[in-house]
């Protein structure tokens, strides 16, 4: 009995032990709405046996009231959660289901097929290894195949799975197959993904699904599952050294701190030189400490924490890295960039931009050219709109270490977030670095901005104004540097309609424009007032990202921005310039206000009523607040 006992616990422990070393392979389903990524998922499960008695029987019963196949097991619904989606027949949302074999363990991301739900698609493909790409055998290869490949090129999948689907429906014609597969190939090459299996299958009737079906006799190829347990993903680790992103600092008592993080490239071991990227600092590893006992050497894949042989300074978002092969660093990029946002991208605003564990002040200086993803055309374009990809130049306000994307996905990766909502409007790859952070540094002056101010005897300040046109800006920010200068202050005036006949001469009134014709004057107003002077900006400005944007320019104290508060309907009447008028007969289209919005500040540092002061008084509050503490 105790023999059987041990013999049993034995088995028990053996076959837990595989179960955790077998490897993982983590896939997406794609393509075409309908092509049946959904009953694909379905019937896996179903026909690999990891479906519980009351799963099945409640697939049964909804097979019954929600399904498509006349009282037969629908399988798509063991995926399709949403009552949206099964009242409409269609996946929405990515849903992803865990279901293994002897041989290895899976997890799958069913995404939807539908263009408006391409974001969800990337999501899905973001984290895949391989990608199952859906084809009715009876429409062949559509618009969405060719945009889903796309995406799956962009965000470095490099195995796919041609699944011909539904070849019952066309009685398992071998030419049918062999056209559509032909065409793939064709398409996977133009895109670079280098490995691509045909396989014809019917998901509903598990033709080729886990064995070979009698009605495709003339193909040799594996079965679905049989590929899926065998293709070999893994990545070329070429001589990069190891890469650890700083997640945590672990600081429990002042004898111990360590770097906590995952490995996601190569291998550290206890004496090895490391580099703290991006400051370059240098020192040796003292200690590899895990929850489960110290290691001598760790690999990628392990979550461990370092200890090192000096005190060095490194936080959240540093990358340790071999020293004898370091990162690169930089803060501007080539880059490829899906739009996820509801609101357009427009070059020059700024954004949050997440790359590892690190997050950085970000703008996309320049779309070079956005990609038609249905026939990988490059196209011109001023903006990007939802679902959009385009080839992107990035500026950050502080250098990051990185790696291509192609060479390393968690250093090469990265999101950007909208500043004031803070939800993720894009997602993106680096290609390569467009200047190395280190060649060009601030050049040290002796004369700083604090001399130049004390020799005029005065605090140096942007005050902005920002209002609708014909709100009186420009009246007031006149009689504000009137009053400062006979006060002896040193002040300059930076006029919305003066600029445009120099600086910014180039610029249009597109929302395009106007973001990039407040960055170049927040820049000229972040000099002047270095210069140590106070200098009154008068521009409509009518986004808050950019007059954040602004603010964010200067240090705390230096930046007073004043809404010049005036009714559309007050500004209207005044009409200096006779705009709203041809606003109004559709000869200015972009007029703010009438064709293009204003966004009024939430938070001004002072607000001024026009219609209910004098422009002389409202005067003297700025002059007040300017001059004050």
């Not at 997406?28 to 694909?40: A, E, F, R």
């Not at 097991?73 to 996946?91: C, N, P, S």
């Not at 942007?462 to 006149?478: M, Q, R």
């Amino acid at each position: 009995m105790d023999a059987m006992s041990t013999n049993a616990r034995a088995a028990v422990a053996a076959y837990l032990q595989q179960h955790e070393t077998k490897s993982l392979l983590r896939f997406i389903t794609c393509g075409s709405v309908d092509d049946g990524k959904s009953t694909l998922i379905g019937r896996l499960l179903h026909d690999t046996k990891l479906l519980l008695d009351d799963q099945l029987a409640a697939l049964e019963a909804d097979s019954k009231r929600h399904g498509t196949q006349n009282g037969e097991i629908d399988f798509a619904l063991l995926v399709d959660g949403l009552a949206a989606e099964r009242e409409q027949g269609i996946t929405i949302d990515v849903a992803y289901r865990f279901f293994g074999t002897d041989r290895r363990k899976f997890i799958v991301a069913d995404c939807p097929g539908h263009e408006q739900y391409t974001r969800n698609m990337a999501t899905g493909a973001s984290t895949a290894d391989l990608a199952i790409v859906l084809v009715d055998a009876r429409k062949g290869l559509l618009t969405q195949t060719r945009r889903h490949s796309y995406i799956l090129s962009l965000l470095g999948i490099r195995h796919v799975v041609l699944a011909v689907n539904k070849m019952d429906v066309v009685d398992y014609d071998r030419k049918v197959f062999d056209d559509i597969a032909a065409g793939y190939a064709e398409l996977a090459e133009q895109l670079g993904i280098p490995n691509v299996t045909a396989i014809p299958l019917s998901a509903l009737r598990g033709d080729n699904m886990l064995a070979k079906s009698d009605a495709t006799p003339w193909y040799d190829g594996p079965t679905l599952l049989e590929h899926l347990e065998t293709v070999d993903v893994a990545r070329e680790a070429g001589n990069r050294g190891f890469r650890l992103p700083v997640q945590w600092v672990c600081r429990p008592n002042q004898n111990f701190r360590g770097f906590a993080g995952t490995l996601v490239a190569g291998a550290v071991a206890v004496g090895d030189e490391i580099a703290v990227l991006p400051s370059g600092q240098r020192s040796k590893v003292k200690a590899i400490v895990t929850a489960d006992g110290d290691l001598e050497r760790a690999i990628e894949g392990q979550a461990v924490t370092l200890t090192l042989v000096d005190e060095i300074d490194a936080s959240r978002g540093d990358v340790i890295a071999a020293a004898s092969s370091p990162a690169e660093v930089a803060d501007q990029f080539a880059a490829h960039l899906l739009w996820l946002g509801e609101q357009p991208l427009l070059p020059g605003r700024p954004y949050w931009l997440k790359i590892g564990s690190r997050t950085v002040g970000a703008q996309v200086t320049e779309i070079k050219h956005k990609v038609d993803v249905n026939t990988q055309e490059e196209l011109a374009a001023k903006h990007l709109e939802l679902n959009e990809v385009a080839q992107v130049n990035l500026y950050l306000d502080q250098p990051v270490a990185f790696e291509k994307y192609d060479d390393n996905r968690d250093l090469g990766a990265f999101i950007l977030i909208d500043r004031q909502t803070n939800g993720t409007v894009a997602a993106g790859t680096l290609d390569f670095a467009l200047r190395r952070a280190g060649n060009i540094h601030w050049q040290h002056v002796d004369v700083d901005k604090a001399a130049r101010a004390k020799i005029k005897h005065q605090t140096p300040r942007c005050v902005w104004f920002t209002g609708l046109s014909g709100s009186g800006k420009s009246t007031i920010a006149n009689l504000v540097e009137k009053k400062l200068h006979a006060m002896g202050q040193h002040t300059y005036i930076l006029d919305g309609d003066n600029i445009r006949h120099g600086l910014n001469k180039d610029l249009g009134f597109t929302d395009e424009d106007r973001v990039e014709n407040i960055r170049r004057v927040a820049e000229v107003a972040k000099l002047m007032v270095d210069a140590g002077l106070i200098v009154l900006v008068s521009f409509i400005s009518p986004f808050r990202a950019e007059r954040r944007m602004a603010r964010e320019m200067f240090a705390d104290g230096e930046f007073i921005e004043v809404f010049v508060d005036t009714p559309l309907e007050v500004a209207e009447q005044r009409d200096v310039k006779g705009l709203y008028a041809k606003a109004r007969a559709g000869k200015l289209p972009n007029l703010t206000g009438i064709g293009s919005p204003y966004q009024p500040p939430v938070d001004a540092d002072l607000v001024l009523e026009t219609t209910g002061d004098t422009a002389e008084r409202l005067a003297d509050q700025v002059v007040e607040r300017t001059l004050g503490p």
